[in-house]
């Protein structure tokens, strides 16, 4: 089920175009999880789509009823909610590594 699984996404004039590293994470991490979600794309210029979210930067991902933002706390989500599909970290030491960047 996608339907319920957004993701805000950096854009400029062309929509399909998103041009962000931070919000390239959060695809990525997505992509290795075979986890699908809708793009919602998202200018600069529009921060009360995302302020209901408790943030004001993009990467934001929907998942149903749960909200997160920034793309390491999105990997950590996904990593703890999706345990069954393909790891981010490959364990502690993996994730010990990627905290911080
Ligand atoms: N630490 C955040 C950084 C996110 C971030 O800076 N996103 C930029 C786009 S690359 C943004 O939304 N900027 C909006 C603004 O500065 O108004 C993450 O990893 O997600």
Redesign the pocket.
Same mark, same amino acid.
């Given at each position: 089920m996608t339907a319920s699984r957004k993701l805000f996404e950096?854009c400029g004039t062309e929509t399909e175009r998103v041009f962000? =590293?931070?919000?390239w994470?959060?695809r990525m991490a997505l992509a290795h999880k075979d986890i699908k979600a809708e793009t919602i794309p998202w200018r600069?210029s529009e921060?009360d789509a995302i302020a209901p979210h408790q943030s004001?930067?993009? =990467?934001v991902f929907i998942d149903g009823e749960t909200s997160v933002?920034?793309?390491?706390?999105?990997a950590n989500y996904l990593e703890g909610t999706y345990p069954d599909r393909p790891s981010l970290f490959g364990g502690e030491g993996g994730r010990a590594m990627g905290a911080g960047c």
């Open positions: 950096l962000s =590293p931070f919000c994470r959060t600069f921060k004001d930067t993009v =990467p933002a920034d793309s390491w706390a999105i």
